[in-house]
Nanobody, 124 residues
């Protein structure tokens, strides 16, 4: 059974940084996605990394976020810089049991396993 645990969220001021972590037990983060859900909104894609360390970001990231993963592929990180109030949301990491080379997984339905989420609140 794959379990994911996010951590690193918090309450910060505009322009601040946070680093979120996603740790797995029972599997590897070969393909991982970060999503977020703001109050009253749909969950949206933030970033994804493939097993070959190829990374893709949502357009709103605009160079502010960096997704990385450790060499064991059991922990992934989302470094978020220059946070803005519109980044306020619960952030989730997710993974899936299989993947295809050359396919980008950007939809919520692409992932089977999800963490419980970590709250990020950015005040203006």
């Amino acid at each position: 059974q794959v379990q994911l645990v996010e951590s690193g969220g918090g309450f910060v001021q505009t322009g601040s940084s946070l680093r979120l972590s996603c740790t797995t037990s029972g599997g590897s983060l070969n393909t991982l996605g970060w999503f977020r859900q703001a109050p009253g909104k749909e969950r949206e894609f933030v970033a994804t990394i493939t097993w070959r360390d190829e990374i893709q970001y949502a357009g709103f990231v605009k160079g502010r976020f960096t997704l990385s993963r450790d060499s064991t592929k059991t922990t992934a990180y989302l470094q978020m810089n220059n946070l803005q109030p519109e980044d306020t949301a619960v952030y989730y990491c997710a993974t899936r049991p299989s993947f295809l080379n050359g396919v980008w997984y950007r939809k919520e339905s692409d992932y089977r396993y999800w963490g419980q989420g970590t709250q990020v609140t950015v005040s203006s």
